[in-house]
């Protein structure tokens, strides 16, 4: 067997038996291939595979890698988007992770409009206070979630964070906790469903799957070592 499928199928029995472990069902937790950086043939390996979503996290590349591949594919878009490619990205991906502010929520909104589109969005939160990550903090989150509601182009379903790459395996699962925690939370106070949680990526998935995740991004534990760090 090709050895990408191989790492696919041994990715998604982790997730499975981590699932498991917490007494969840393994079909709430979608495993996402994270193909950034990786040639459009290791792709096309997982789609005969009967892979149907990649993520991407930049703007052309995606562009590029979806010209050439079957339209049945769904990409999600996972990078920092600036605002200046926000139409590009409508186009180009049904689900977007990384809606990191309300300027960027406004604008993929209205630009949604003009397209016809009504893509899929989740709202990036950075838990653990990190200056170096993006995202909506804790304790702005409801107010983001409040305007991401209205937005009639939007499907608003969840959220997104990345866990610092460093930290130990008990404070991972207490930031996947929290924002776990803060959706149920906001799922009764402003009385809608946001089903989605992405949490989790190769380092971490499995203790993600335990603390509520419902969509793991993986790459490198799938298509091994990338070129050079990219995020
Ligand atoms: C690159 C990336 C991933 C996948 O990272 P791996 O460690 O290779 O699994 C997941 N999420 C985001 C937002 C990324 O940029």
């Not at 498991?20 to 937790?29: G, H, K, M, Q, V």
């Not at 990036?124 to 983001?144: I, Y």
Request: charged share 30%; with cysteine.
């Amino acid at each position: 067997m090709n050895p990408i499928v191989e790492n696919y199928r041994a990715v998604r029995q982790r997730l499975d038996a981590a699932a498991l472990e917490a007494n969840r069902d393994p079909a709430e937790i979608e495993l996402l291939a994270v193909s950034k950086t990786f040639p459009i043939e290791a792709i096309q390996t997982l789609y005969e595979f009967g892979v149907r979503a990649f993520g991407e996290s930049r703007i052309p590349e995606l562009e590029a890698k979806k010209m050439v591949l079957p339209d049945d594919i769904t990409w999600h878009f996972i990078g920092q988007l600036q605002a200046n490619k926000a139409r590009k990205a409508i186009k180009l991906a049904g689900v977007i992770h990384s809606v990191d502010s309300e300027a960027l929520l406004e604008r993929l909104d209205r630009i949604a409009g003009e397209e016809g589109k009504k893509p899929r969005i989740l709202l990036e939160v950075n838990v653990s206070g990190e200056q170096s990550k993006t995202g909506f903090p804790l304790s702005l989150v409801e107010n983001a979630a409040r305007r991401a509601l209205r937005c009639e182009n939007l499907d608003f379903a969840g959220f997104m964070t990345m866990a610092p790459a460093e930290a130990e395996p008990i404070k991972i699962a207490a930031i996947f906790e929290a924002l776990s925690l803060s959706r149920d939370e906001l799922e009764r106070k402003l009385e809608c469903k946001l089903p989605i949680l992405s949490m989790g990526m190769s380092g971490d998935f499995e203790i993600a799957a335990r603390h509520g995740s419902t969509l793991v991004r993986v790459g490198t534990q799938i298509f091994g070592v990338r070129p050079k760090m990219v995020r």
